[in-house]
């Protein structure tokens, strides 16, 4: 995992964007100097906010669905100090790109930096510490909201309405993969509720181009941006899937949602207030596996735990309070 503590989501492309630790003296006393002065970014954030100085957030772990917990971050953090104007550092610009938050993007980083991170949550398996007041915590920054914000264009709205405008209501939009697999319910259990969905609303595919094939639906899966994929689900009643990019951006964009948690992360962390947040206590639980971190080893008994009835009566509960 040496990526993760270096270059933001292991991009590469980023790593100049980075400021240098110098190794060698004399020049290596002002990296040490600078390190030391971000260790007491608690204590000088007044300081920096009244003198309107710039910070560097740097989305450290770098999945699509960190760049939307780093600009919640950003967002607390500027709800404190709204004087500070902030550059982000991100592997995935593209879903920030109209955040009124966020100053600059992709600049390089400034004296004064944050990273952006719950890897130590990982290494311990956290099981109640959510991810915005750990990070929060570590600014000495007591308040926060744990809410997505997502911005989406007039002109984004209207390509998406202009997608969907035939489909009966309500819409129900569905994305059936992680890129984590102990966070993807059976493939086979997707598949009847699809078919079962169908009877109470318009189901639409949303995702990547991993996502299976589901022949009675509209699919957008593969075929849409990340952009395109969020001002899709603008329009959608209520959202089914994992924890992954697209939960994130549903309550960004205030969208309810169902979400199949499994047993890989804790709600207590991860979980949206105003979702059903689906999780099977196991033994195992929380395991915190990421993609070449981990691998299961129980057979994926957390998800196989979450039954097809379970998904489908809360979904149903769900668009009947939306209509109430």
Same mark, same amino acid.
């Given at each position: 995992?040496?990526?993760?503590? #270096? ?16 190794? $060698? ?47 919640? %971050? ?23 790109? !109209? ?26 398996? *956290? ?10 915590? &570590? ?26 405008? &035939? ?14 697999? %102990?966070?993807?319910?059976? *493939? ?17 595919? !949303?995702?990547?181009? $991993? #996502? ?11 075929? @849409?941006?990340?952009?395109? $994929? ?5 329009? @959608? ?27 890989? &992360? ?27 971190? *981990? $691998?299961?080893? *129980?057979?994926? =008994?957390?998800? =196989? ?5 379970? %998904? ?13």
């Amino acid at each position: 995992m040496k990526e993760y503590g #270096e270059i933001p989501g292991g991009k590469n492309e980023l790593k100049p964007l980075l400021y240098p630790f110098h190794r $060698s003296y004399p020049i290596k006393i002002w990296s040490k100097f600078r390190w030391f002065q971000n260790s007491r970014l608690p204590s000088l954030l007044p300081t920096l906010n009244k003198k309107r100085k710039w910070l560097t957030v740097i989305d450290r772990l770098g999945a699509p669905g960190d760049a939307l917990i780093t600009s919640n %971050v950003i967002r607390c953090i500027k709800d404190n100090c709204p004087n500070l104007k902030i550059n982000c550092i991100t592997p995935h610009p593209e879903l920030l790109k !109209l955040d009124p938050n966020i100053d600059s993007i992709n600049k390089k980083e400034t004296f004064y930096s944050f990273d952006s991170t719950y890897w130590e949550l990982i290494v311990r398996k *956290e099981k109640k510490i959510n991810i915005i007041r750990h990070n929060l915590d &570590r600014l000495g920054i007591q308040e926060y909201e744990y809410k997505a914000r997502y911005y989406i264009s007039k002109e984004e709205k209207e390509w998406a309405k202009d997608k969907i405008n &035939r489909l009966n209501k309500p819409i129900i939009g569905i994305c059936t993969k992680s890129k984590e697999t %102990v966070k993807n319910w059976p *493939e086979s259990n997707w598949k009847s509720l699809v078919e079962t969905l169908t009877t109470i609303g318009q189901v639409i595919h !949303l995702g990547d181009n $991993s #996502e299976p094939v589901f022949d009675q639906i509209p699919r957008f899966a593969g075929k @849409c941006s990340m952009r395109q $994929s969020a001002a899709l689900l603008y329009h @959608c009643k209520c959202f089914i899937g994992p924890d992954s990019l697209l939960m994130h951006i549903a309550n960004g964009l205030n969208v309810p949602s169902v979400i199949i948690f499994g047993g890989a &992360r804790p709600v207590n962390c991860f979980g949206y207030d105003g979702n059903v947040n689906l999780s099977s206590r196991t033994n195992c639980s929380p395991c915190w596996i990421h993609k070449g971190y *981990e $691998s299961c080893n *129980e057979d994926m =008994k957390c998800m =196989k735990h979450i039954t097809l009835d379970t %998904v489908f009566k809360n979904t149903l509960q769900m668009l009947s309070n939306l209509q109430n």
